[in-house]
């Protein structure tokens, strides 16, 4: 079993959606991010958590440390959104590595 | 975008043969990363440096060295390259004090 699990791995949505991806982990973390990768190939971090909430324009990360757990949220869906999401965690144990899940390829549709 | 930079982007080598992939910062940063991307896995680390000539395996190293003499550049070579390292490879590196990484652009490389 990997040590970060994520769903959906694929994902469709009208424009307009609102969005959910999972992201589960097995071990204890001291953060977990969220990437996005463009269909060009390029890789920006979008988030990272170790607690609660954050919020940026249309995307809502949300991280639950007892259920090891993080939802990424997409509001008001976007073809521009159209990428894959990649949840990653930071073992307490691991110094600064990261663990990384596949990923979830996002198509949202006009 | 952290001024890296990668290089070459595409490869296309036999196996067999050596191959280096370098990966270029201009900020200074001490923490570099080599990942390799590939379908059906996540991103894996191949080995990653905390200073100049300090390194250390990742998960996958199996085949790959690396070599950090200069704080900007940290290169990573297949001595013999093999089918099985076909990959896209990505560099990262990690800012001082904070967590997040930051990626090249990514190098393409097929081995026939």
């Known amino acids: 079993k990997n040590e970060v699990e994520q769903s959906p791995q694929n994902l469709t949505a009208q424009e307009g959606e609102f969005i959910t991806i999972n992201c589960s982990y097995s071990?204890?973390?001291?953060?977990l991010h969220w990437l996005q990768q463009h269909p060009g190939g390029g890789i920006v971090s979008l988030f990272m958590?170790?607690?609660g909430k954050k919020k940026h324009g249309r995307l809502i990360a949300t991280i639950n440390i007892q259920e090891k757990h993080s939802s990424l949220h997409i509001t008001a869906s976007h073809p521009r959104d159209s990428a894959v999401y990649i949840c990653a965690v930071g073992a307490e144990t691991s110094g600064s590595r990261l663990t990384f899940g596949e990923g979830t390829q996002l198509t949202v549709n006009p | 975008d952290a001024g890296i930079t990668q290089s070459p982007r595409h490869k296309v080598t036999e196996t067999g043969t050596p191959v280096t992939l370098r990966c270029h910062q201009t900020e200074n940063h001490r923490y570099m990363y080599w990942y390799r991307q590939d379908p059906g896995h996540g991103l894996r680390l191949i080995h990653y440096s905390y200073g100049v000539k300090d390194t250390d395996k990742g998960e996958v190293s199996d085949g790959y060295s690396v070599s950090r003499s200069k704080t900007e550049d940290f290169l990573l070579t297949l001595e013999s390259a093999t089918s099985s390292q076909t990959s896209v490879y990505f560099c990262?590196?990690?800012?001082?004090?904070?967590?997040?990484?930051?990626f090249g652009p990514g190098t393409r490389l097929t081995v026939t």
């Open positions: 071990v204890g973390i001291s953060a």
């Open positions: 990262a590196i990690r800012r001082q004090g904070r967590n997040e990484q930051y």
């Open positions: 958590l170790s607690s």
